[in-house]
Antibody, heavy 117, light 107 residues
Framework: EMQLLESGGGLVQPGGSLRLSCAASGFTFSSFSMSWVRQTPGKGLEWVSEINDSGDSTDYADSVKGRFTISRDNSKNTLYVQMNSLRADDTAVYYC??????????WGRGTLVTVSS | DIQMTQSPSSVSASVGDRVTITCRASQGVSSWLAWYQQKPGKTPKVLIYATSNLRGGVPSRFSGSGSGTDFTFTISSLQPEDFATYYCQQTDRLPRTFGQGTKVEIK
């Protein structure tokens, strides 16, 4: 069964840092681009970042560019996002998602990031 | 960036009703559009990709149409398990963008 499992969320102060991980299983992780998508509590979906299958091409939403860094370790079937200079408006549930044809065909359960003093 | 605008933001309907949601892109995306369903406390689930193609296991009461900038998502006969929020997403180019969602509520 294909599965994605995020970890690393929690409470962090404004200006702080956090690294999220996403462990993949049940499919050939190294063959697919992967994304992070976030959802503010009670609100909609916002694409955050994407990395290609080999890890040598990345893209970011303007709202996180320069603060977030996406990466992957295909030997460990794991996706990461390093989040620095966190702000209150980064508070959200962060999902990792498998990209297929530009859409997201597999989602993790999400991990909650709360930025607050 | 391509902006995606859904309407309505919410709709109240009864079991058996036909429900239609529209999604408009600020630039043409050809047929590169997907639709997701999200139930409360659950992960989004893709229902339709490339405008009108149903993912495996998705009931045929769900359908999609359109091209370019204007798209429609239809539930032909609303079932109790269909009460959820629905999102469109353009899959044409980065940055990937979603509509703001349409909540389908029980009337």
């Amino acid at each position: 069964e294909m599965q994605l499992l995020e970890s690393g969320g929690g409470l962090v102060q404004p200006g702080g840092s956090l690294r999220l991980s996403c462990a993949a299983s049940g499919f050939t992780f190294s063959s697919f681009s992967m994304s992070w998508v976030r959802q503010t509590p009670g609100k909609g979906l916002e694409w955050v970042s994407e990395i290609n299958d080999s890890g040598d091409s990345t893209d970011y939403a303007d709202s996180v560019k320069g603060r977030f860094t996406i990466s992957r370790d295909n030997s460990k079937n794991t996706l990461y996002v390093q989040m620095n200079s966190l702000r209150a408006d980064d508070t959200a549930v962060y999902y990792c998602a498998k990209v297929f044809g530009g859409y997201f065909d597999l989602w993790g359960r999400g991990t909650l990031v709360t930025v607050s003093s | 960036d391509i902006q995606m605008t859904q309407s309505p933001s919410s709709v109240s309907a009864s079991v058996g009703d036909r429900v239609t949601i529209t999604c408009r892109a600020s630039q043409g995306v050809s047929s590169w559009l997907a639709w997701y369903q999200q139930k409360p406390g659950k992960t989004p689930k893709v229902l339709i990709y490339a405008t009108s193609n149903l993912r495996g296991g998705v009931p045929s009461r769900f359908s999609g149409s359109g091209s370019g900038t204007d798209f429609t998502f239809t539930i032909s006969s609303l079932q109790p398990e269909d009460f959820a929020t629905y999102y469109c997403q353009q899959t044409d180019r980065l940055p990937r963008t979603f509509g703001q969602g349409t909540k389908v509520e029980i009337k």
